[in-house]
């Protein structure tokens, strides 16, 4: 009778149809965790390492990376490289679930706020993995490497420190009537530059802050806050002290350059603009070098202009650190392993010059003759790092609430640099919100 | 008679440059792919590359795992329509073809959630995915999708119009109702089936919020991910951003190129009532 | 009970359980339990404490939460003209000669943005609207126009948006409508012609009316998914400039998944869900007898 065959055609086939599906789910349940620990097995270690950077960098870590697989045998790292603004909210959400990678990035400036996150490395499970892993403090520059410490305990190893930059192009100075050979120092200097590129060339004399994003003009006003010697925060970090004579000459300065000046119009790109050969000047990080190479610019790098008292850029530094783990996943082996990782990778961060633009915090790699004989090096990093020996350098706030006080400020200040709201209203309103994150 | 006919003409011409002004956004993304740095930024600006240039898209294909975006999509979309079909069958039949108390106010139940989207649930989900340990994985991505009930909806709406004796007929043969769902119900609901199939398919393709909080690695990431990572990563360089937008437009390309009067008239039928 | 109900009872709940099962875990539970997450403060790496309903007070002081639902609100009542409205004139264009090969080109043309993710759409609107070199812009000026910077200006930037969307969204409606215009019947059609009425007539005195329902169960589904739009916004300006296209799917992400609010996070999908939930139900009522849901 056909009916009862196909039927029981249809029960066979149904039957191979969800065996299917029940070893495709249980293929798909497994994590990339559980598929390191079945490789760890087989007695090659293999550790996460998970960044927070992109373009540029991104490509520079992945050389380095590879040349670690390459070099190592028993040991491999697994590289993930992230988005920027969620890093540091994955890792937390990470570690809370108890699969974090063994090695991440930290910001400097956040230590304060992603510690918890974060394996002591003097007192780790695993003994003391600074010896273990060979990190001595006099091998690296001096200030990036007591900014890795909070409460009394270490938690990060310096990998790099990056900061803003002045980038100009040389073809538009000589269009201009200035001396492309030299770069404006002092704020007179500079004033007259840009209002010479607006005069007598079509370009953009000047781009403050290099995009649109909030969190970039919010730097290009701290740089002329700093400037005056200000902070942001009273000093027991409790309540804004930005809203005065200090701050809103540092936003009416930002604000004029748009509105008054006519230097540049609000919501532009400034990465875009000089690498089309469209902007003066430019505010902008050290990873911006392999882009301007690659746009065929003729562009020179100079120090930061001193804008008000004293020369001030913005800054950070990248440091490398062990996450959290779980003890029942992640051996002491595996610290070990992961600690002699972040040793190799500083040994080798002359690459992470040359090709991310950044200046190697580990000291041996600084004066790698690699580095040094780099374009990267001779253009821009040789005056990038003299920024850093002659204290130009200052980090964003170190604060736990540090991103809510920074979303807390991004939008008026971009409202008054966009021109909607006068800087005396923004600069109120960014300290009420300010005051209410701080007071929560 | 003529007046009518060049009428007719002058719609159609004007019709078929409205689709073409209205597909220039595609067309000026493919262009920019190929552009070099320099005529992508040029003004005034260059309509077509004078230099066109395959180096966005290999610098696309060689840094990021972009074939295994478009596996995991495939995987993904490909699983949650079939699961989506497979358990839609018979709770529909169940609730079209079958009487017993209180279905009708079940199926108020389920349909009041039809409009609800993913993304209110996500911070829940996201909880919930990390205690079952499925963060990062496709199930994470497909097992919500698959309770949605749009399927149940749109075959009970068409189960609902095929006539009942045949049902009927079939039960006076000694047929239960898994046999009349197998020989009866399915042969005749072709259309509907491709209709959702079209549906779970192009909808699990697109989206957005849901797999981009859950799937956290670069190899896990679908298409849609995977180019938002690819924008996070290179805001600067709209060369490459386009040649990757581009990248990811070819599946649905293809697919419409080959299949687009099914998929048309697919959709077409979940409007018909 | 009997055994013979029994052996039906059991029938009915295996075929509606695999769909039950995942529309219970996945889909209703969750709902609860993000109910249950919004009355705490969460700690990834600590305790979570119970505050009870301060979520929701600390929201409804939040200046930034009614930005984001203003936001919202506004992004959705605007994306339904131009979706409906576009949709419609799309499927009278392709449906008053759609015998013709080139109308069934036209169509497909004007669909085919539909079936692109959300990323590219947002991506290619982007570079259209940049300020320095996107087209549109250029195109703009050359006309002698003095255009706003469409994605940098508060004004703007939501319609801009939503222009976006409707691009990306109009040509799924056109299908739709087209669809419902072919099953009004013919008869109707040509007793109108013969009655002496010209197109334009035809149009609003028996399209229109006849496409009621599914224009209003268009305009249900529009609203809703309005509410809950990111991806555009998040590719297209990241919620600027400023907070002025922060809308509250945004809000909810930064909260949750930047500041780790996760709590608070929750507390906001709790009050989409109950938004949408309203608008559904109410629109169920509404339309119940038109659309014969």
Redesign the interface.
């Known amino acids: 009778m056909e009916?009862w065959e196909?039927?029981k055609e249809?029960r066979v086939k149904r039957r191979q149809?969800l065996q299917a599906?029940a070893g495709?789910?249980a293929l798909?349940?497994?994590?990339?965790v559980r598929v390191a620990s079945v490789l760890a097995q087989a007695r090659v270690l293999t550790l996460d390492y998970f960044t927070l950077f992109?373009?540029g960098d991104?490509?520079a870590m992945?050389r380095i990376v590879r040349a670690f697989n390459e070099a190592n045998t028993t040991v491999k790292l697994n590289l993930?490289?992230?988005?920027?603004?969620?890093y540091y909210?994955?890792l937390?959400?990470a570690?809370?679930?108890g699969?974090a990678p063994q090695i991440g990035i930290c910001h400097s400036s956040r230590v304060m706020d992603v510690y918890?996150?974060l394996t002591p490395l003097e007192e780790s499970r695993a003994g003391n993995l600074l010896e273990s892993g060979g990190i001595r403090p006099a091998e690296y520059a001096r200030s990036v490497w007591t900014s890795g410490v909070y409460q009394g305990k270490r938690y990060l190893v310096p990998l790099d420190s990056h900061m803003w930059g002045f980038w100009y192009n040389k073809d538009l100075f000589r269009r201009a009537g200035l001396d492309p050979e030299k770069p404006p120092e002092t704020r007179e200097e500079f004033e007259r530059a840009a209002d010479a590129i607006k005069s007598r060339t079509n370009a953009f004399a000047f781009h403050p802050a290099e995009?649109?994003?909030?969190r970039k003009i919010r730097r290009a006003w701290e740089i002329f806050f700093w400037g005056q010697g200000a902070e942001l925060l009273t000093p027991d970090g409790r309540r804004a002290a930005f809203n005065n004579e200090r701050g809103l000459a540092a936003l009416d300065y930002l604000v004029g350059m748009i509105h008054r000046k006519g230097w540049n119009?609000?919501?532009?790109?400034g990465?875009?603009?000089f690498?089309?050969g469209?902007l003066g000047m430019l505010l902008a990080g050290n990873w911006y070098f392999p882009?301007a190479k690659?746009?065929?610019v003729n562009f020179g790098f100079h120090y930061v202009p001193k804008f008000f008292e004293r020369p001030t850029t913005w800054g950070d530094s990248h440091n490398l650190m062990i996450p959290?783990q779980r003890p029942d996943r992640v051996t002491d082996e595996m610290l070990v392993a992961s600690i002699k990782a972040i040793k190799w990778i500083n040994q080798h961060s002359d690459l992470w010059g040359i090709y991310g633009g950044h200046i190697p915090a580990y000291l041996p790699a600084l004066q790698s003759p690699a580095l040094r004989a780099s374009d990267t090096w001779k253009i821009a990093l040789t005056k990038f790092a003299d920024m850093a020996n002659r204290g130009y350098v200052h980090y964003p706030l170190v604060h736990p609430l540090a991103?809510?006080v920074h979303?807390a400020i991004e939008?008026?200040i971009?409202?008054a640099y966009?021109g909607?709201v006068p800087p005396k209203d923004a600069l109120a309103r960014a300290e009420a919100e300010v005051n209410r994150v701080l007071s929560? | 008679m003529r007046l009518r006919h060049r009428g007719v003409i002058g719609v159609l011409a004007a019709a078929v440059a409205l689709a073409l002004l209205w597909l220039v956004p595609v067309l000026w993304m493919a262009l920019t792919g190929v552009k070099p740095a320099p005529e992508i930024f040029a003004l005034p600006p260059h309509w077509l590359p004078h230099a066109p240039t395959p180096a966005h898209v290999r610098t696309v294909l060689t840094t990021w795992p972009f074939p295994r975006w478009v596996v995991n999509s495939v995987i993904v979309a490909g699983v949650t329509t079939a699961l989506s079909v497979v358990v839609s069958i018979p709770a529909a039949f169940a609730f079209a073809r079958l009487r017993w108390r209180g279905r009708d106010a079940l199926f108020l139940v389920f349909l009041s959630s039809l409009l609800i989207p993913l993304e209110v649930n996500a911070i829940p989900l996201y909880f919930l995915m990390n205690r079952l340990h499925l963060l990062n994985t496709y199930a994470a991505v497909f097992l919500p999708m698959i309770g949605m009930p749009i399927g149940v909806f749109l075959l009970r709406q068409f189960y609902l119009n095929i006539p009942f004796e045949l049902d009927d007929a079939a039960r006076v043969d000694g047929c239960g109702n898994l046999r009349i769902i197998w020989h009866v119900i399915l042969p005749l609901s072709r259309p509907a089936l491709a209709a959702l199939v079209i549906y779970m398919f192009i909808f699990a393709w697109n989206e957005f919020f849901w797999s981009m909080i859950a799937l956290q690695s670069p190899r896990m990431f679908t298409l849609p991910i995977g180019l938002r990572a690819m924008q996070g990563a290179y805001d600067i360089e709209y060369g490459i951003m386009m040649a990757g937008a581009t990248l990811a437009s070819l599946p649905a390309l293809v697919v419409f190129l080959l299949l687009q009067r099914s998929i048309i008239r697919g959709i077409a039928m979940t409007a018909h009532r | 009970m009997t055994r013979r109900t029994f052996a039906r009872a059991a029938e009915i709940a295996a075929f509606l359980l695999p769909f039950a099962a995942f529309w219970v875990i996945f889909r209703a539970g969750p709902v609860l339990y993000g109910i249950f997450i919004s009355l705490y403060r969460w700690d990834p790496l600590g305790e979570n404490t119970f505050i009870a309903l301060r979520n929701y007070l600390d929201l409804a002081r939040d200046a930034r939460f009614w930005n984001a639902l203003v936001n919202t609100l506004e992004f959705a009542v605007l994306t339904v003209p131009l979706i409906l409205g576009l949709g419609l004139a799309f499927a009278a264009l392709v449906f008053s000669h759609r015998h013709r090969r080139a109308m069934r080109w036209v169509e497909a043309g004007l669909f085919f943005p539909y079936l692109l993710t959300v990323s590219i759409v947002a991506l290619i609107w982007r570079w259209l609207l940049d300020p320095d070199f996107g087209i549109v812009l250029l195109l703009l000026r050359d006309a002698g126009l003095h255009p706003p910077v469409f994605l940098n200006e508060p004004r703007w930037v939501i319609p801009a948006i939503a222009f976006a969307t409707a691009w990306w969204l109009a040509g799924y409606r056109m299908v739709l409508f087209r669809a419902a215009m072919e099953d009004i019947p013919d008869e109707l059609y040509e007793a109108a012609r013969l009655d002496g009425a010209g197109a334009w007539r035809i149009y609003f005195a028996i399209t229109l009316p006849l496409l009621r329902p599914a224009i209003l169960f268009a305009l249900v589904l529009t609203t809703i998914s309005g509410f809950i739009v990111f991806g555009q916004v998040l590719i297209m300006t990241g919620g600027g400039p400023g907070r002025a296209s922060e809308v509250l799917a945004l809000y909810m992400y930064r909260y949750g998944f930047e500041f780790l609010e996760m709590g608070r996070a929750a507390a906001v999908g709790v009050i989409l869900f109950v938004i949408i939930l309203g608008l559904t139900l109410v629109s169920f009522r509404w339309l119940g007898s038109e659309a014969e849901l």
């Open positions: 009916w196909s039927l249809a149809v599906a495709a789910a798909a349940a497994l994590s990339p992109h373009s991104a490509a992945d993930l490289q992230g988005q920027w603004a969620e909210a994955q937390f959400a570690v809370g679930a699969n918890r996150a995009d649109a994003l909030g119009q609000p919501g532009t790109d990465f875009k603009q690498a089309a469209q882009t690659a746009s065929g959290r991103p809510q979303a939008p008026h971009q409202e966009n909607r929560t």
